[in-house]
């Protein structure tokens, strides 16, 4: 009810400005990076503990659903780059009916708001028929089917969720893989203890970098009245931003029922390029990365041809605001913590772009917030 929603309009608006709080009460208590913090959950499936677990294997295989696979497809590159670890990322409605190469040395991590997605349920069980018996879910819902039938579990404590587009949930679901990510460093002797202490530093600091960014809501604002009338939009990022600009594609296409779709921006040239014109905005992801020059001539591309770009620029990446480009500075630089700052920014544009097109922002037409059967 209205009592319940305070200052704000909406459910979905209440979670996004909930971030700060749910990453903080996400990391509470964690003092450094041990195993032991996944083994919340393993009283129901004992298995070998989290630090056996980790050592062991050699991959990890992650499955997922819909907000819950894009933050998979960040971890992966987490994993990949800090724990030196083959990662496959998989829908979980393809991986369950797809014929596989399974490896017991796998440890496979689910990631779901609810616990409760039958796709996901089913992935897992299917994993565990070949064989793989390390599972670990990051899961919102302790009392869940997914963390009673893991063997190690982080459990997010984003708080109920109730907007069907997922937004804090997905942030603390990035809290989480990312702690898993320097578990799994740690325990294969890969993270040094300046490494650990660095990044400890960089999350606890998380939920006053996340209220610098939803200060920058009235710019947003302005964006979203432009974006009102548009029909399309394509989402733009590279490496880790490459499944924000997803996520941020997937929130505007939920809520505001704009086609939206997200590129890897080097796709760019090989096929969206034929769609821009001054009617399709374009929304870029441009932290400053390794891959900035890159993406700068991307952009470069997309002006060429009368697009009009909206960057999301970090603070020194020296991107202006100029004709047919639009630039909302973030504040600071945040490694690779950066893509739980970076997504912000879209679920609000996806928010205020869905109330100035008067859409049921809470409960869009055809989704539902849990998909408990096939
Ligand atoms: C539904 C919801 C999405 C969610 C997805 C996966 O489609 O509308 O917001 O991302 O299910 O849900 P889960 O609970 O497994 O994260």
Redesign the pocket.
């Known amino acids: 009810g209205a009592a319940e929603l305070g200052p704000y309009r909406h459910y979905m608006q209440k979670e996004i400005f909930e971030q700060p709080r749910a990453i903080a009460d996400t990391l509470e208590g964690v003092e450094a990076i041990v195993p032991e913090l996944f083994e919340a959950a393993n009283q129901h499936a004992p298995g070998d503990g989290a630090y056996p677990t980790f050592q062991s294997i050699r991959q990890v295989l992650i499955l997922?659903?819909?907000?819950?696979?894009y933050a998979g497809c960040v971890a992966k590159y987490w994993i990949e780059a800090i724990a030196k670890l083959p990662c496959q990322v998989e829908i979980a409605s393809e991986y369950r009916y797809r014929e596989s190469v399974p490896d017991p040395a796998t440890l496979v991590v689910t990631?779901?708001?609810?616990?409760?997605?039958a796709d996901?349920l089913s992935a897992l069980r299917h994993a565990q028929s070949l064989g793989m018996r390390h599972t670990l879910t990051v899961c919102?819902v302790a009392t869940s089917a997914m963390v009673r039938e893991c063997k190690l579990a982080y459990i997010t404590r984003a708080g109920i969720e109730i907007g069907?587009?997922?937004t804090k949930?997905?942030t603390t679901?990035l809290a989480g893989l990312f702690l898993l990510t320097l578990a799994l460093a740690k325990s294969r002797g890969l993270l040094t203890e300046e490494q650990e202490h660095e990044h400890l530093k960089a999350m606890r600091h998380l939920p006053s970098a996340l209220q610098a960014v939803l200060a920058l809501e009235p710019q947003i604002i302005t964006w979203a009245e432009q974006f009102a009338a548009k029909e399309n939009a394509l989402f733009l990022g590279r490496g880790l931003h490459y499944p924000v600009a997803q996520e941020g594609a997937l929130k505007l296409k939920?809520i505001t029922y704009i086609h939206a779709e997200a590129y890897a921006a080097g796709e760019l040239k090989h096929g969206p390029l034929a769609l821009v014109t001054s009617s399709m905005p374009v929304v870029t992801v441009a932290p400053n990365d390794a891959l900035l020059e890159k993406l700068k001539s991307n952009m470069q591309e997309v002006r060429a041809r009368g697009g009009v770009l909206y960057a999301l620029a970090d603070d020194d990446t020296h991107i202006q605001s100029d004709d047919g480009l639009h630039v909302i500075r973030m504040p600071g630089h945040y490694g690779p913590l950066s893509p739980i700052l970076h997504v912000v920014p879209l679920q609000l544009l996806a928010y205020h772009t869905a109330v100035a097109r008067g859409t049921d922002v809470d409960k869009p037409r055809n989704?539902?917030?849990?998909?408990t059967v096939e």
């Open positions: 997922a659903c819909g907000t819950s696979y990631i779901t708001q609810s616990g409760e997605t996901t919102n069907v587009a997922s949930a997905f679901q939920e989704l539902a917030k849990s998909v």
